[in-house]
């Protein structure tokens, strides 16, 4: 083996053997350093013939060339491994659990979101969303809607009432909606289409009525809205809000003093079970009541009963919220109970759409 | 409104099956409630004793061979003292369930004895109070068969559920009436007799006195002598009993007969306890009267009375008093059939808390022209089971004739139903009603009978033919479109509403809905209290006052929560508050509360951090969360110090928009307020007016306007101050940022120290402040002038010193 050869096995063995970036760094200064054994020899080209020099020059150069790379390839070896060596020590145990999201932990109680998907439907067919007072006149309430003063279908509402005031007046909590479809006629000309999410309140407590509950009244007035129309409407309305393609409706004769023709509503069910099923079964559950706006009621409304026409109904949302997300019992709804909201509540992201579907 | 099948075939020739029958009343607006066929006495036969031997063991008791008609006679232990071989009576095997006793019959062994059955008496059927000896039936009742079928036990009852506008449906034969008009069969209700009469009534109705022409238009009065009550023949107390009346006298039963056959309330007299002529009139307001029910009343002078020289004798219309009530005794009977005015019967009954079958009707208005009918039909019946010689009926005021006549355009019910009936099918549907229809031009007359005083114009008859004709006739049809694409269709408030439960769930809280009526300390503590928000009528003591604040409902929520193990909780509710009872003073509010450590980011123990008790700031953070989902910038907002009674003085704060404009506030509750409400903190928690939120400004244009950002890099300064320890950082701040409004785009606290070092009653506030140039860099002179503007800014309004 010529010197050369054999300064190239030395070197080499040296950078294979460098166990650190140091010792690495030690070994480059003793082989290209500005006096390693390489840059030695390399200096005494200067001094050689030139057919020596012509042979030894690429040489020499070579072999700097080659330790160079030698060095370098192993900088990589020694740099990962210490990555490896450090990243090593900072493992963690990542089955740690994190922090709840508080977009998974908040809740939205069943009225709100069954209130915007109702919101949803109706927008698409058209209404717009109107509001009244909880704290009702006897008017509003009652005169107004063609409930005659002593007529046995007041009682039937099982009215909270305030203390009369200075003129005998009683304000009442609002038995229903319905007050805001005079309040709707007497400032907006016809066509009316509107629904009303709103609370109710009847002196009335068990497992399906609560002294506080929820309504959604709707109302069309125009020229030519008709009970063909109304049955359309609910019957679409009932599909799309429960999701299901096709469901039974019975629309049957009834009696409430603001609607003349009156029908009341029920869905087809299963009742056989712990849980009410929807859209089959052999009973019938009532939902909504509905029918043609009574001429007095329009009258009160400011409108000729003659030229326009209409339909309204009333529907408990809650109730619905009930039958679609089957909670057994109302009273709960008002309890805040947090096990409660957890389990029936929706989360903030869950936002009914159309195009999103209402629920997912 | 109850009935049996059978009673209903008196009046409707059909052949129609029970379940047609049931699915037509429902479909012609008479709700079928429920329909009892009465499957209960099925298990009940006929069984023949063959042989009765004293039980071995028991004196009084009897072992008993039974023929059941099944071929092997059966061993039955019997303790009924008339238990004899040879006798017949009704049979219940191991399995049944028996009403009168309420026991499932199982195999039994008395004494030693087995025992397969028990043969019953008529309580343990619920037939009677019988209970003196088992059931004994002629001997040719036909062994093995149904008992209930041999005793009219099988006549299936149904419940419909009346609504108030149809009186007419309060008696079987209106219900006929109207079955028949939906076409399942031919009504043939029997004629009602005309009764003459011998002699003239002896006593004589007054109704001179003050209101009673008013209250009471016409009263039919008739004696019948001589008559001998005593029970009521067996098909007229099983109907009764079968509806839930109790069979009581020939005499009363005939009332209440009349009442669900005819919808015609009467009321009996025993003549003989009557002194002197009866009167109508008003209560004196002193009197009692001791009512059918055994209870005494004290009607008002807003009652009426029928009374005779004794005093009060029948609270009219509603319920006859006991003391001339008919016995056994009775031999001379008054018998009366009376019009009243509704709204008094109904006023009346509520005031004194009666509810009657009689008052059920009356309030709901009977037919006038069935009046003097009923009393005869009543006559009759009494005539029939009691004998008897009738006088002459006596009619005091007059019957009134109905008198509506509605002038109806054919093309009503195709207006209101889209469905087109023509002149000759209305005309067959109303007059089948009853109804008398003449043609007038393009539209019918229509006449209103008697019993029908729902009916006042034209979609009252719109209703009758589409209910008659059916609604299942009636095709949906689409309501159309107004628009292609819809507009918004919420208000701002709505929007507001709808956003800031997303904003506040979406920060982890839950959302609650609360009643709206609190306790009245409650509401007092909050704010609230007065007497105008207070119910008159609260369903219970802690829920009679209107909220001033949705605070105390989500305290009482986390009450209820923390006792049941749930410390850590976020709750949130937007619903109104009421500060009056005019629709301007009830406002959306939005409020919610943080208890425990239920923070945003962190809620309980963790391994990554020690859980933090909420606090003040986490109320805050919350409350602008709901101002920035309102589309406000919390920035605009003033804090100041301080907040309502119910928070923490020196925990708390009230945001405002200018001086006067206050939008909610925000803080550690107040001690003395958890201590109230009987909660433990820590609690915080925040309200917000969202109606107190000005509207925002609808701009022209939806653009946001061009975007410049510079491409030179911010240059950020940390400024440390010592300032008097109640000095405001809000006020630092603001003084900071003025410093160069257009230069310094951020001024930020970054630390808070309080220590002795400072010195008594000082804190530093270290702050950030950034500095975006915008067209050249700045120099270090630039730079240097505006921290020095800074630090005189803040020495000037708050005092404060660049800390050494």
Redesign the interface.
Known sequence: MSDIEQLEADILAQIEGAGDETALENVRVGAIGKKGALSEQMKTLGKMSAEERQVMGPLLNGLKAKVTEAIKQRQDVLKRASIETRLASEKVDVT??V??N??E?????P??QVM?EI?AIF???????A?????ETDYYNFTALNFP?????R??HDT????P?ENGE??V?RTHTSPVQIRTMETQKP?I?IVIPG?T?R?D?DATHS??FHQLEGL?VDE??????L???L?EFCKAFFEVDNIDMR?????FPFT?????VDLQCDRSGSEVKLGEGNDWMEILGSG?V??NVLRAGGLD?DVY?GFAWGIGIDRIAMLKYGMPDLRP???????W??HY?F???D?PTLFGGLST | MKFTLSWLKDHLETEASLDEIVETL????L?VEAVDDRAAFHPFTIAKVLSANKHPDADKLKVLLVDTGDGTPVQVVCGAPNARAGMVGAFAGPGTYVPGIDVTLSVGNIRGVDSFGMMCSERELELSEDHDGIIDLPDDAPIGTRFADYAGLNDPVIEIGI????PDALGVSGIAKDLAAAGLGKIKTPAVPVIEGEGPCPVSVDLSADGAADFCPAFGLRLVRNVKNGPSPKWMQQRLKAIGLRPISALVDVTNYVTFDRGRPLHVFDADKVKGNLAVRRASGDETFLALDGKEYTPSTNHFVIADDNGPESLAGIMGGEESGCSDETVNVLVESALWDP?TV??TG?DLGIITDARYRF??GVDPTFCMPGLDFGTQLILDMCGGEPTQGICEGAIPTPDLVIEFPVSETL?????DVNASDSTDILQRLGFGVESAGDGLRVSVPGDRP?MH????I??EI??IRG??N??????????AI?AR???T??SRT?NT?????????????????IAKNHAVAFGGGQ?????????AAD?SD?RPSLLP??LA?AQ??VA?G?GD?A?FE???V?HG???S??SRTAAGLRRGTAQ????GR???GKARDVGVFDAKEDAFAVLAACGMDPSKVQIEAGGPDWFHPGRSGTLKLGPKVVLGSFGEFHPMTLELMDVSGPLCGFEINLDALPEPRRKATRSKGALHMSPLQPVRRDLAFVLDSDADAATLLRAAHGADKKLITDVRVFDLFEGASLGENKKSLAVEVTLQPTDKSLTDEEIDAIVQKVIANVAKSTGGTLRG
């Not at chain 1, 003063?149 to 279908?153: I, K, L």
């Not at chain 1, 909270?160 to 203390?163: A, R, V």
């Not at chain 2, 609504?163 to 149809?166: G, H, L, V």
Request: proline fraction near 8%; glycine fraction near 6%; charged fraction near 25%.
């Open positions: 740690l659990p922090r709840a508080p977009l932990t908040g809740r939205i109680h009225i709100s915007d919101t927008a698409d067919m058209g209404f717009t969303v509001e009244g007072p909880d704290i003063e002593g007529h046995p279908a009682e039937m909270f009432f305030f203390n005031d009683r304000r909590l066509p289409r609370k309140y002196q407590s002294a506080m069309v030519k809205a008709n009970i063909a129309n049955k359309w409407t019957m629309f049957r004769p009834s009696f003349e023709p009156s029908l009341e043609m009574h001429p009963p026409q709804f008002f309890e805040a109970d947090q096990r909201i957890n509540g989360r903030p992201l936002m | 429902t479909m012609i607006g709700e609504t108030p506008n149809r709204l109904a006023r509520r309030e709901r207006r209101l139903t889209g469905v729902d114009g034209k979609a009252d719109v209703e589409m209910r609604i299942n009636i095709e949906p049809q689409p309501l159309p479109t107004l628009s819809g269709i919420l208000t408030g709505q709808r439960r997303r904003a506040l769930a979406a920060r982890g809280m839950s959302e609650a809905v609360c009643y709206s009526f007497d105008e928000l207070a119910l008159s009528n609260p369903i829920m209107m409902s989500l929520a209820r929560n049941r749930t909780l709750l937007v619903s109104h009421y009872v005019e629709p003073d009830q945003l980011e962190s809620t963790h391994w990554s």
